[in-house]
């Protein structure tokens, strides 16, 4: 058993709030065990002037973690974003576009904002799992006043889960004492049909054997399944 009682295969308790916010076209409020991230998605009628002209869309993810997030003040990022930050943007981004017929989308944006409220570890993949539950309320928006055909949202929904290596055992969902103490490090995006969109993965020590990735995969493809579910559930019941 782990320090908050759960088994090594089990989620921490979560949560997703939709609807979370009046004015974003899409938001969603989404905790695991202690971290918050509250996800707003708006929808811009233009696309980066790269893309301009190719009838084609865009998705791309934002990410900052609150001053008071952390038990010791984390500064603003003023003067330019921070590696880390940077990173974990281009994951969101990508791991939503591939919940989105692009093409169906037409020449607009939708940028996802993930505000982190609380951190306890694993802020990057709940702003992936919560991040698409905004992108979809913001399409279902354009889907309604018949902007977009229901074909952009048709592609599976996308989660995201941490697993690692914490004193030689598989853990699922790590909570910030257990990931800060993890042999092997692992973050997962997954589809609703079981396909992988990005696996990050690194051994902070030894390195890991193809069985202890094999079993990383396994819990965390399980937890993803069970995330699905969650976002499917929290958009049934949204306004």
Not at 154 to 183: F, K, N, T
Not at 214 to 220: I, P, T, Y
């Amino acid at each position: 058993m782990r320090r908050d009682g759960r088994a090594n295969d089990a989620l921490r308790a979560v949560t997703i709030s939709p609807g979370y916010l009046d004015f974003a076209d899409g938001s969603a409020l989404i905790t695991f065990g202690q971290t918050r991230v509250l996800c707003a998605a708006a929808v811009e009628e233009s696309v980066p002037p790269w893309m301009a002209g190719r009838g084609t869309g865009w998705v791309t993810g934002e990410y900052a973690m609150l001053p008071a997030s952390t038990e010791t003040r984390t500064p603003r990022e003023t003067r330019g974003l921070s590696g880390r930050t940077q990173e974990i943007r281009r994951l969101i981004g990508r791991a939503l576009r591939a919940a989105v017929d692009l093409e169906a989308l037409g020449e607009r944006s939708v940028i996802v904002d993930c505000d982190v409220i609380q951190a306890d570890g694993g802020t990057r993949t709940a702003s992936v799992t919560g991040g698409y539950v905004a992108l979809a309320l913001a399409l279902r928006r354009l889907i309604a006043t018949g902007a977009v055909s229901a074909k952009a949202l048709a592609p599976p929904p996308v989660a995201a889960v941490s697993a690692g290596i914490v004193e030689g055992e598989v853990l699922l969902d790590l909570a910030y004492d257990e990931d800060s103490r993890a042999e092997v490090d692992l973050n997962v995006v997954m589809d609703g049909q079981g396909r992988f969109i990005e696996v990050q993965g690194t051994a902070e020590g030894e390195p890991f054997s193809r069985h202890q990735l094999d079993g990383l995969l396994g819990v965390a493809g399980e937890g993803i399944r069970q995330l699905i579910l969650l976002q499917s559930r929290a958009l049934e019941g949204a306004r």
